[in-house]
Every structure is written in structure tokens, then in C-alpha cells.
């Protein structure tokens, strides 16, 4: 089979050269520009799989760099966290010391005071008792009898021993039935009598305590 020879024109040199290949059959380019040119073309082929590699490094790093940069905010709240918890953990141990131990409970009796106001007595209405002194007691309780089912008997009260006052919120009537009368009331002021409102035979005593 003939050989068939391709010329190309030197424009250079005005005239025709024949266009040759090497023995891989490759293009035998002798321009120094296009072997440049070539030869970037064929280092950027080379490189396309590096390339590919390289992108996809990329992303990871991007993603790495997304989780250092949120781990990086959160330097700031951490350390306020940590120290906000280390003191709730003291205010704890401090309850807990102080809630620790037993609490002692009194199981004594209350402190009591009891005395007469009139035993079997004959009273004139607006009579009064002897003073009792309560500085020592909170609350006190009157009791006993009356002759008139009707009758009653009133509080008075007294800081110096020598001026009494009526407490007219403390005033106690006896059962119609029997003549029963009871009655409590607060010991605010220090010394109270007990004034009697009906001309009647009374046996009356009082109980105070702490």
C-alpha cells in the first residue's frame, strides 16, 4: 500500500514541510509553543483524579473546620456552666450539713399555775379577786360555779398591778342548766383580776400555762 505523505506550509520560511508522528503514532510537534501548550494540557489531565480527591479532602476539612469553629463558641458558656455548677454543688453540701443531725423535740410538759378565786364565796355585783400575777404564763383558763344560772364573771387587766382595765372580750356566762362557767383567754398584760357581775355565791379557780 503506497505511503501517503502530509505536507503543511511554513509560513516562516514560505514553503511546505511534511507532517510527521513519532513512533507511538503521536503528533511530532517541533513549535516550542505548542509543546508548551501541550504539555500543560497534558499535566491538567493527569491531575483531574487528584483533583477529585482533593475536593472531596475539602469537604471533610470543611466539615471539620464547622465543628471546631461550634465547638470554639461555646468556650465562652462552658466555663460559666462549670462555675455556675460548682457553686450549686457547694450551696448543696451546705443544705445537706445543715440539714444533717437529729432535731430534738421537747417532750416535756408545759409549765402550769393554778390557783383559787372564790371558794363557795358570797359576792356582791362588781366585786373583785385578788390580782394574779401571769408574767411567767401565755394563756389562762377560769372555771367553776355560779348560784344565778344568769351570773357571769369579766376579766380585767392591769400592767402595774395597780391600774385595771375591763377586757370586755373576756367575759363568761354560766350555763343556764347548772351554773357552769368556763372560759380562757391570753395573758397580754402581766397581773388580771376577775370581777364579779351577779350578787350570787361563786367557787371559781383559774389554770394557767406556758
Same mark, same amino acid.
Do not use: W
Given at each position: !500500500?503506497?505511503?501517503?505523505?502530509?505536507?503543511? $506550509?511554513? %509560513?516562516?520560511?514560505?514553503?511546505?514541510?511534511?507532517?510527521?508522528?513519532?513512533?507511538?503514532?503521536?503528533? /511530532?510537534?517541533?513549535?516550542?509553543?505548542? #509543546? *508548551?501548550?501541550? =504539555?500543560?494540557?497534558?499535566?491538567?489531565?493527569? /491531575?483531574?483524579?487528584?483533583?477529585?480527591?482533593?475536593?472531596?479532602?475539602?469537604?471533610?476539612?470543611? !466539615? =471539620?473546620? %464547622?465543628?471546631?469553629?461550634?465547638?470554639?463558641?461555646? @468556650?465562652?458558656?462552658?466555663?460559666?456552666? &462549670?462555675?455556675?455548677? %460548682?457553686?450549686?454543688?457547694?450551696? @448543696?453540701?451546705?443544705?445537706?450539713? &445543715? @440539714?444533717?443531725?437529729?432535731?430534738?423535740?421537747?417532750?416535756?410538759?408545759?409549765?402550769?399555775?393554778?390557783? #383559787?378565786?372564790? &371558794?363557795?364565796?358570797?359576792? %356582791?355585783? *362588781?366585786?373583785?379577786?385578788?390580782?394574779?400575777?401571769?408574767?411567767? #404564763? $401565755?394563756?389562762?383558763?377560769?372555771? *367553776? =360555779?355560779?348560784?344565778?344560772?344568769?351570773? =357571769?364573771?369579766?376579766?380585767?387587766?392591769?400592767?402595774?398591778?395597780?391600774?385595771?382595765?375591763?377586757? /370586755? #372580750?373576756?367575759? +363568761?356566762?354560766?350555763?343556764?342548766?347548772?351554773?357552769? @362557767? &368556763? *372560759?380562757? +383567754?391570753?395573758?397580754?398584760?402581766?397581773? +388580771?383580776?376577775?370581777? +364579779? !357581775?351577779?350578787?350570787?355565791?361563786?367557787?371559781?379557780?383559774?389554770? !394557767?400555762?406556758?
Amino acid at each position: !500500500m503506497p505511503s501517503s505523505t502530509m505536507y503543511v $506550509r511554513d %509560513t516562516t520560511n514560505n514553503k511546505n514541510v511534511i507532517l510527521e508522528v513519532d513512533g507511538s503514532n503521536q503528533l /511530532n510537534v517541533k513549535d516550542i509553543t505548542a #509543546q *508548551g501548550s501541550l =504539555s500543560t494540557i497534558s499535566a491538567a489531565t493527569a /491531575n483531574i483524579s487528584a483533583d477529585q480527591a482533593t475536593a472531596t479532602n475539602q469537604s471533610t476539612a470543611n !466539615m =471539620s473546620l %464547622t465543628n471546631i469553629e461550634s465547638s470554639v463558641a461555646n @468556650l465562652t458558656s462552658d466555663p460559666s456552666t &462549670a462555675t455556675l455548677q %460548682t457553686a450549686a454543688n457547694l450551696s @448543696l453540701s451546705n443544705i445537706d450539713s &445543715a @440539714l444533717a443531725g437529729t432535731i430534738t423535740v421537747s417532750s416535756s410538759a408545759p409549765a402550769r399555775s393554778s390557783g #383559787q378565786l372564790a &371558794a363557795s364565796a358570797s359576792k %356582791t355585783a *362588781g366585786d373583785l379577786s385578788s390580782s394574779v400575777d401571769g408574767n411567767a #404564763q $401565755r394563756k389562762c383558763s377560769i372555771f *367553776g =360555779s355560779c348560784s344565778s344560772n344568769s351570773g =357571769s364573771v369579766k376579766v380585767h387587766i392591769s400592767n402595774d398591778d395597780v391600774n385595771f382595765y375591763e377586757d /370586755n #372580750q373576756a367575759q +363568761f356566762y354560766a350555763n343556764y342548766s347548772n351554773g357552769h @362557767l &368556763a *372560759g380562757s +383567754f391570753n395573758i397580754n398584760a402581766r397581773y +388580771f383580776k376577775i370581777e +364579779f !357581775m351577779d350578787t350570787a355565791t361563786y367557787t371559781l379557780e383559774y389554770a !394557767m400555762c406556758d
